[in-house]
């Protein structure tokens, strides 16, 4: 592959927030993950765990999330960010406001944009769900290894007409979902990608995010 290749790759993926029903071939995410699986993690200790469904069991979930949200509080085993300012904050309205223009939400639609915030927990009709943890022993670090192979993950999808979204808000329910797919308390549990093929004329799939120039980013020595 080129780095043209890589880059184009890279610039088609975007988070999918409305997909088809039809299932990704069992082969196919398996090709995903043993690609992502690729991505370096300290000493190699290759913290992610992926617990992945389909088909029935993907709607079964969602119907158990969205019995969950009714009295479940936020409870993640990762701490969520204390804040967001300054450009942060601005990247953070940006992109929020970009999707509430997208799918015809206004501007302090209060309503509105709950609603749009809970198709998170009708994982935006994707087909799978794969849920990401890590040792709880590892920290910040398995964390790091985590996000990384998220990133792999999505990349690897991507590269297989796959789309996906990361999406940490079912974290916020860590509790829940220990209990529901028996996941042991001593990993974290801390994000979970929805997949599957995107719906290309679904308006929350009709605004791309932009990016900080590489001057904003580095801080150049020499
Ligand atoms: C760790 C992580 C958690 C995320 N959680 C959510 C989420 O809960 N819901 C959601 O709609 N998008 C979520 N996203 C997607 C981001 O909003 C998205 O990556 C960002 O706005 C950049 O847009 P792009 O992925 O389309 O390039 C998450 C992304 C990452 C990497």
Known sequence: MTADELDTLMAARFSCRGFKPDPVPRAT????????RRVPSWCNAQPWQLTITSGAET????AALKDEMATASHAPDLPFPTGYSGVYLDRRRTCGWALYEAVGVEKGDRDGSRAQMMRNFDLFGAPH???????AELGAYGALDCGGFITGFTLAAQAQGVA????A????????????FAIPDDRLILCAVSF????????????????AAVADIVDWRG
């Open 169 to 180: 808000a079912l974290a916020s329910y860590a509790p829940f979902l220990h209990r529901y």
């Open 59 to 62: 709607d079964a979930f969602r």
């Open 129 to 135: 769900c794969a849920i990401v943890s890590s040792p």
């Open 164 to 167: 996906t979204v990361p999406q």
């Open 29 to 36: 995410i398996e090709a995903i993950v043993a690609t992502a």
């Open 196 to 211: 599957g093929y995107a719906e290309p004329d679904h308006p929350a799939n009709g605004f791309r995010t932009e990016r």
